[in-house]
T-cell receptor, first 111, second 115 residues
Framework: GESVGLHLPTLSVQEGDNSIINCAYS??????FIWYKQESGKGPQFIID?????DKRQGQRVTVLLNKTVKHLSLQIAATQPGDSAVYFC??????????FGKGTRLHILP | NAGVMQNPRHLVRRRGQEARLRCSPM?????VYWYRQLPEEGLKFMVY????????ESGMPKERFSAEFPKEGPSILRIQQVVRGDSAAYFC?????????????FGPGTRLLVL
């Protein structure tokens, strides 16, 4: 079965607030994680990745945190904007050539 | 610099017909991956190809599905004798190198509807 899953299927956040999307994984040997954003009718768009030798990585308005002890990672989006509305997938790489996707969290931005 | 291109974007087929989905990777990318996505679900890996070679097809159904990536031209995912359960979005991704730690860039997908 899948080793990557998400805690919440839907997240509603006020515009301007920070968003935190969580993800759990089960394989302690996993060494590479990716967050993708998928807007309606489009393909997944790479946001940020992190390797297991790191516990934090920052991009533009996004931060990914990796906690290997509890096998958990999160995506933080600062100052959430209407354009951030999408489904966010955490995905696991590093095993063979596959990327294994979780089911996704839908992010709603409230005005 | 064009991204990954897929066509058609939408495809309607009747049960028993064939579906051909095309994917042109990003310029300079020689690794292609196909994924299937059902509504409200994540993407599921199907097959990984390099030019003229299938590297990993562990996610592809053994019957009716085939994939190729010829020396010239796009990668093709072919579904023979389609059934209603084949209705899904099919995404292609490409990467410049091998392995799942290379960033994969996704195309817009082909949405297949089987009537």
């Amino acid at each position: 079965g899948e080793s990557v899953g998400l805690h919440l299927p839907t997240l509603s956040v006020q515009e301007g607030d920070n968003s935190i999307i969580n993800c759990a994984y089960s394989n302690s040997a996993s060494d590479y994680f990716i967050w993708y954003k998928q807007e309606s009718g489009k393909g997944p768009q790479f946001i940020i990745d992190i390797r297991s030798n790191m516990d934090k990585r920052q991009g533009q308005r996004v931060t990914v945190l990796l906690n290997k002890t509890v096998k958990h990672l999160s995506l933080q989006i600062a100052a959430t904007q209407p354009g951030d509305s999408a489904v966010y997938f955490c995905a696991e790489g590093g095993r063979d050539d596959k990327i294994i996707f979780g089911k996704g969290t839908r992010l709603h931005i409230l005005p | 610099n064009a991204g990954v291109m897929q066509n058609p974007r939408h495809l309607v087929r009747r049960r028993g017909q064939e579906a051909r989905l095309r994917c042109s990777p990003m310029k300079g990318h020689s690794h292609v991956y196909w994924y299937r996505q059902l509504p409200e679900e994540g993407l599921k890996f199907m097959v990984y190809l390099q030019k003229e070679n299938i590297i990993d097809e562990s996610g592809m159904p053994k019957e009716r599905f085939s994939a190729e990536f010829p020396k010239e031209g796009p990668s093709i995912l072919r579904i023979q004798q389609v059934v209603r359960g084949d209705s899904a979005a099919y995404f292609c991704a490409s990467s410049p190198g091998a392995g799942s730690q290379e960033t994969q860039y996704f195309g817009p997908g082909t949405r297949l509807l089987v009537l």
